[in-house]
Nanobody, 124 residues
Framework: QVQLVESGGGLVQAGGSLSLSCAAS????????MGWFRQAPGKEREFAAA????????YYADSVKGRFTISRDNAKNTVYLQMNSLKPDDTAVYYC?????????????????WGQGTQVSVSA
């Protein structure tokens, strides 16, 4: 069992930055690839970014590539999402998730554990 708790959401103006954190507890954090997904009002949850177990490989949705950076610190059992140049379209609840298979990073069904989410709101 892995417990995930996101933090760092809030309200920011367009063009601003936010940094999200996801703290993990339970089974060995370094055994899991980690992902960030988001769900905007009235829309389905979608993939945003993912990172492999060691942090050596990252993946991004086209919509966030070049603006968001995912990273992890296995010593602190934490994964991060640095979000720069935020746009109103980035407004969503952001979820972190853990994937033990190390495959299919973009698919929600590949993730066994999910956090409760943190709200990010970007004003125009």
């Amino acid at each position: 069992q892995v417990q995930l708790v996101e933090s760092g959401g809030g309200l920011v103006q367009a063009g601003g930055s936010l940094s999200l954190s996801c703290a993990a507890s339970g089974r060995s954090f370094s055994n899991y690839a980690m992902g960030w997904f988001r769900q905007a009002p009235g829309k389905e949850r979608e993939f945003a970014a993912a990172i492999n177990w060691s942090g050596s490989i990252t993946y991004y949705a086209d919509s966030v590539k070049g603006r968001f950076t995912i990273s992890r610190d296995n010593a602190k059992n934490t994964v991060y999402l640095q979000m720069n140049s935020l746009k109103p379209d980035d407004t969503a609840v952001y979820y972190c998730a853990a994937n033990s298979s190390g495959r299919n990073y973009r698919l929600q069904g590949s993730y066994e554990y999910w956090g409760q989410g943190t709200q990010v709101s970007v004003s125009a």
